[in-house]
């Protein structure tokens, strides 16, 4: 069972354009919710978070919104840049719950010049 | 955030043996998470190492399996014993260290001939 969902394997964007990151999760007991980027043979690096109290939370180029009525979550970057291109991973915790993080399957994005 | 060295990064090993992996972050914290991802794959929890208490496996991870020791607040070693192919891998370790927010190591590669 897929609690945490990324439905779109890969993505490809124009630099200087928006990059948005799709997520769907279907536990509704989860309330913190986190994107990570990972190049290959590295590990995955802490972007943005959110918690379920919140609906957008920015941190420059990254924002992260939260539709929790959907159980959806997207990311947007703007404007994005060569090095963005890795893969984005979802990840989804019920805090108390000992923290542990359940991923999506990641989306890998590609921007071009 | 906190600086998680793995060692080895990368290791290739004959079916049948058995290989420890170190986590060492630069700072102490309380919990330690150890994660597989399988080629193609998402990552997905084998345990949680708190100090001084037994590992917490998930549903579909035994110790016998991937014992792992965790002797104070900066280190823990995960071991894959009996390895089979289907154990070729990468594994991470990360850390809690601010705010429900997990940190990953480098992790190391694994290739089970």
């Known amino acids: 069972d897929q609690q945490v969902k990324q439905n779109s394997p890969s993505l490809s964007v124009q630099e200087g354009r928006i990059s948005i990151l799709n997520c769907d999760y279907t536990?509704?007991?989860?309330?913190?919710f986190l994107w990570y980027k990972k190049y290959p043979a590295e590990g995955p690096t802490f972007l943005i978070s959110i918690s379920s109290i919140k609906d957008k939370n920015e941190d420059g180029r990254f924002t992260v919104f939260l539709n929790k009525s959907a159980k959806h979550l997207s990311l947007h970057i703007v404007p994005s840049q060569p090095g963005d291109s890795a893969v984005y991973f979802c990840?989804?915790?019920?805090?108390?719950?000992?923290?542990?993080?359940?991923f999506g399957t990641g989306t890998q994005l590609k921007v071009e010049l | 955030s906190a600086v998680i060295s793995q060692k080895p990064s990368r290791d290739i090993c004959q079916r049948g043996t058995s290989l420890t992996i170190q986590c060492q972050v630069d700072s102490q914290v309380t919990m330690m998470f150890w994660y597989r991802q399988q080629p193609g794959q998402s990552l997905t929890l084998i345990a949680t190492a708190n100090q001084g208490s037994e590992a917490t496996y998930e549903s579909g991870f035994v110790i016998d399996k991937f014992p792992i020791s965790r002797p104070n607040l900066t280190f823990s070693t995960l071991t894959v014993s009996n390895m089979s192919p289907e154990d070729s891998s990468i594994y991470l370790c990360?850390?809690?260290?601010?705010?429900?927010?997990?940190?990953f190591g480098p992790g190391t590669r694994l290739t089970v001939l």
């Open positions: 990360s850390v809690e260290a601010f705010a429900d927010t997990q940190y």
């Open positions: 990840a989804a915790s019920v805090r108390g719950g000992g923290n542990k993080l359940t």
């Open positions: 536990n509704s007991m989860f309330d913190y």
